[in-house]
């Protein structure tokens, strides 16, 4: 009778937070759909329509589709991160992408793992958790120290839309991965 102690509300809360992961999967399983046919299109130099790219992005971005590449542009596209990252991801097949997209879950896994097991941003499995995230990016976008790594884990908690990404998942995971990314990156410096 191990189990006739426990409160009726942790139950409640693992069958709610099961339908949150149930409703993610839903969610994540439509957006790899919109993905694989956006990149087949592409691939044939198809363009997107408006409706497309709403199923692709949602509504929020397609509204702000034009405002957010010119922005990233505006801020990145003279650098040699932003050059590479263009050089590497037009080279990309629909295979890379599943591969990329499977490793950004597995990474966001590891980094709410250690949130949820109650360890702080500067424990060996967050930042472990960061610097895998570090090298996700190292390896298929362009090449990122420390020090860059902090300046985009700080974009995670200034800008809202960064912020809105990782608060999704789970509210307060953007801190805490800018914080655990800090870590690490202070840590590769010693």
């Known amino acids: ?29 439509r957006l790899l759909a919109a993905l694989d046919t956006a990149l087949e299109k592409d691939m044939k ?15 929020s971005y397609t509204e702000h589709f034009e ?3 010119a922005e990233a542009e505006d801020r990145w596209g003279q650098t ?4 590479e990252s263009q050089r590497r991801t037009t080279a990309y097949t629909q295979e890379d992408w ?19 097991a109650g360890l702080p941003a500067d ?7 960061a610097e895998a995230m570090r ?8 090449p990122i120290d420390g020090k860059f790594h902090k300046n985009l884990g700080d974009m995670y ?23 655990a990314i800090h870590a690490n990156a202070d840590r590769m410096a010693r």
Do not use: C
């Open 1 to 29: 009778m191990r189990g006739a102690h426990r409160p009726a509300g942790r139950r409640r809360a693992l069958e709610r937070q099961r339908e949150l992961v149930e409703e993610k999967i839903t969610e994540l399983t």
């Open 123 to 129: 424990s060996e499995q967050a930042m472990a958790a």
């Open 98 to 116: 599943a591969k990329i997209s499977a490793e950004t879950e597995e990474n966001n896994r590891l980094i709410l793992d250690a949130m949820d």
């Open 157 to 179: 908690v200034q800008d809202p839309r960064f912020m809105k990404t990782y608060e999704d998942l789970r509210p307060g995971l953007a801190q805490y991965l800018r914080d």
């Open 67 to 69: 405002e957010y590449q």
């Open 80 to 83: 040699e991160a932003w050059k």
């Open 135 to 142: 090298v996700h990016m190292d390896h298929w976008f362009f």
């Open 45 to 59: 130099d198809i363009d997107l329509n408006e409706d497309e790219m709403r199923e692709l992005f949602g509504d």
